[in-house]
């Protein structure tokens, strides 16, 4: 259906945008709702920045033990729409990449895969409430950085490679690997527990600005993007 009001260009350059605002959009609005409680104080007020998670959002019954449901709808919607969108993003990047550059690279090929498997990933944890089916959200939370990690690291191998003109799409992709690895650190490897000692505090700032970082990374993406793309206007 999308493909009938949008052509590939537009998907790898106004969809990306398009999705990060709408999910930025209605995580703020989530958390202007959320009624309260954090795993410090389950009696707080409203949605704590530095210490509720975004999955907190997601959940049926909220923290402080009050219905959820409505924030958990907007939730589910963010991460759908997120996913799916940068699902069509990937998806339409590979075959422009491919029909432009004719590029004899299998290492492109795995990190589109990594990222499809990512944004798939991002599906998941929406439908996944965390109060409900804790150990699937989290298997899907863990495996959407995993796999962007890797998908940033071949992506910004094969950007170097494939041609000048995508060597800035090669430098965006390095600077999100370097993100996501710093992620990893902390949430695979539990540096957190070295550098901190209030965990939870450091977990939810992490991931928050993990999630910032993939957003801005995106509109850099999105730009370097457009300039490959103006080329065959």
Same mark, same amino acid.
């Given at each position: 259906?999308?493909?009938?009001? +949008?052509?590939?260009?537009?998907f790898l350059?106004?969809?990306?945008?398009? #999705?990060?605002?709408?999910?930025?959009?209605?995580?703020? +609005?989530?958390?202007?709702?959320? $009624?309260? =409680?954090?795993? #410090?104080?389950?009696?707080?007020?409203?949605?704590? %920045? $530095?210490?509720?998670y975004?999955?907190?959002? =997601?959940?049926?019954?909220?923290?402080? =033990?009050?219905?959820?449901?409505? @924030?958990?709808?907007? +939730?589910?919607?963010?991460?759908f729409?997120?996913?799916?969108?940068?699902?069509?993003?990937? !998806?339409?990047? !590979?075959?422009?990449?491919?029909?432009k550059?004719? &590029?004899?690279?299998?290492?492109?090929?795995?990190?589109?895969?990594?990222? /499809?498997? #990512?944004?798939?990933?991002?599906?998941?944890?929406?439908?996944? &409430?965390?109060?409900?089916?804790?150990?699937?959200?989290?298997?899907? #939370?863990?495996?959407?950085?995993?796999? %962007?990690?890797?998908?940033? @690291? /071949?992506?910004?191998?094969?950007?170097?490679?494939?041609?000048? *003109?995508? *060597?800035?799409?090669?430098?965006? !992709?390095?600077?999100? $690997?370097?993100?996501? =690895?710093? !992620?990893? /650190? +902390?949430?695979?490897? *539990?540096?957190? *527990?070295? /550098?901190?000692?209030?965990?939870?505090?450091?977990d939810?700032?992490?991931?928050? %600005?993990?999630?910032?970082?993939?957003?801005?990374?995106?509109?850099?993406?999105g730009?370097?993007?457009?300039?490959?793309?103006?080329?065959?206007?």
């Amino acid at each position: 259906m999308l493909n009938k009001f +949008f052509n590939s260009k537009q998907f790898l350059t106004i969809i990306p945008i398009i #999705a990060l605002l709408l999910f930025v959009t209605m995580l703020a +609005f989530s958390m202007s709702i959320y $009624s309260g =409680g954090t795993r #410090a104080n389950f009696n707080a007020s409203g949605y704590t %920045f $530095s210490e509720n998670y975004i999955s907190d959002l =997601g959940r049926y019954i909220s923290v402080n =033990g009050q219905d959820n449901t409505n @924030v958990m709808v907007v +939730f589910i919607l963010a991460f759908f729409l997120l996913g799916s969108f940068f699902f069509l993003f990937f !998806y339409h990047n !590979y075959y422009f990449i491919k029909e432009k550059f004719q &590029p004899n690279l299998n290492i492109f090929r795995l990190a589109t895969f990594f990222a /499809l498997c #990512a944004t798939i990933s991002i599906i998941g944890v929406g439908l996944t &409430p965390s109060d409900i089916n804790f150990d699937d959200h989290v298997m899907f #939370a863990e495996w959407i950085f995993r796999f %962007f990690f890797g998908a940033s @690291v /071949l992506y910004a191998i094969s950007y170097f490679k494939i041609n000048p *003109k995508t *060597k800035f799409l090669g430098l965006g !992709y390095s600077i999100l $690997s370097i993100a996501t =690895g710093f !992620y990893l /650190l +902390f949430s695979d490897f *539990k540096l957190n *527990k070295v /550098l901190f000692s209030d965990t939870l505090i450091a977990d939810v700032l992490a991931q928050k %600005f993990i999630v910032f970082s993939l957003i801005i990374g995106f509109f850099i993406i999105g730009y370097f993007n457009y300039q490959i793309t103006k080329d065959d206007s």
